[in-house]
């Protein structure tokens, strides 16, 4: 009857279906699973900070679209006159 276990127990083993290789199977998949977690929460991390660099970078880009005034090309003093007169309303 033992050797008849033992044997049951060996194919059981090749096969991997006894108790130490399933212990082993569960062991694996544990770790792969936390790794797993890992990975997502690092992901998302990099989410949020790729989010508020977006973000930022918006606002630069909407902060630099601003036309630049443009003085005006004054050559004499009546013009110059008229052109304070222009800003002066403003």
Not at 41 to 60: C, F, M, N, S
Not at 63 to 74: D, I
Not at 75 to 89: E, G, Y
């Amino acid at each position: 009857m033992k050797g008849l276990m033992k044997i049951i127990g060996m194919i059981l083993g090749i096969l991997g279906l006894s108790a130490k290789a399933t212990a082993k199977k569960k062991a694996k998949v544990k770790k792969i699973d936390n790794k797993v977690k890992e990975i997502k929460k690092e992901k998302v991390e990099v989410q949020r900070k790729k989010i508020t660099v977006q973000k930022k970078k918006a606002a630069v880009k909407k902060a630099q679209k601003k036309k630049p005034v443009k003085k005006p090309n004054v050559t004499s003093a009546r013009k110059a006159r008229a052109s304070l007169k222009q800003r002066a309303r403003k």
